[in-house]
């Protein structure tokens, strides 16, 4: 069926160190891949999306690639700061039948530290 | 623009009880999703709303139903609760569902005891 799959964390780097989140999917069709952060106590923010193949998806410093190719959406960001810190989700929804649906990965902790 | 509501933000049920659970969307969002999210099971789709009509349904027992009105608010209801139910339930918003981008409340945090 289909899934996302994302590394397991947490991940703890040192303030200003280069971020990689690996996010894989498994899909029929074209997806839409999406990337969430959640700070604690919060709900979910859109961090970025992508709506096509080798479409990259940029906000905050934060960028992904849509490699149709290796079915991959890797997080990046250049130099992480502590106010990074918090809970990433990749996720898709499909292209038609399933409307609003969100299928998302297991989440990636990121930690920061100063 | 206001973001997207839930209310209550914190409940506490015992098992067997039953809860309901309110969302209110971004004005002109006609689509409304709900998700429950656990440790161990993540974020998992429970169902969609549009235009009153249920339009996407994940894999959750008939315990869990919800519904929608004409102003787009929804709201879900879990009958015979079970411990396993503890969860923080968020509601998300979109203008049409299908990809559009979903703005997600700050969630319901239930405990069943």
């Known amino acids: 069926g289909d899934s996302v799959t994302q590394m397991e964390g947490p991940v703890t780097l040192s303030e200003e160190a280069f971020l990689t989140i690996n996010c894989t999917y498994t899909?029929?069709?074209?997806?839409?891949l999406f990337w969430y952060v959640q700070y604690p106590g919060e709900g979910l923010q859109l961090l970025l999306k992508?709506?096509?193949?080798?479409d990259k998806g940029s906000n905050k410093g934060f960028e992904a690639t849509y490699r149709k190719e290796t079915t991959s959406f890797h997080l990046e960001k250049g130099s992480v700061q502590v106010s990074d810190s918090a809970v990433y989700f990749c996720?898709?929804?499909?292209?038609?039948?399933?409307?609003?649906?969100?299928?998302f990965g297991q989440g990636t902790t990121l930690q920061v530290k100063p | 623009k206001a973001g997207v509501t839930q209310t209550p933000r914190y409940l506490i049920k015992t098992r067997g009880q039953q809860v309901t659970l309110s969302c209110s969307p971004i004005?002109?969002?006609?689509?409304v999703s709900w998700y429950q999210q656990t440790p161990g099971q993540g974020l998992q789709f429970l169902f969609e709303?549009?235009?009153?009509?249920?339009?996407n349904k994940g894999n959750f027992p008939g315990r869990f139903s919800g519904r929608q009105f004409s102003n787009s608010r929804s709201e879900m209801n879990v009958s015979t609760l079970e411990l396993g139910d503890s969860a923080l339930y968020l509601c998300?918003?979109?203008?049409?569902?299908?990809?559009?981008?979903?703005?997600f409340g700050p969630g319901t945090r239930l405990t069943v005891l």
């Open positions: 998300a918003s979109s203008l049409a569902g299908r990809g559009n981008e979903q703005f």
């Open positions: 899909a029929t069709g074209y997806p839409s």
């Open positions: 992508a709506t096509k193949a080798d």
């Open positions: 996720a898709l929804t499909l292209p038609s039948g399933n409307t609003g649906k969100l299928i």
């Open positions: 004005s002109g969002h006609r689509s």
């Open positions: 709303y549009f235009s009153e009509t249920q339009r």
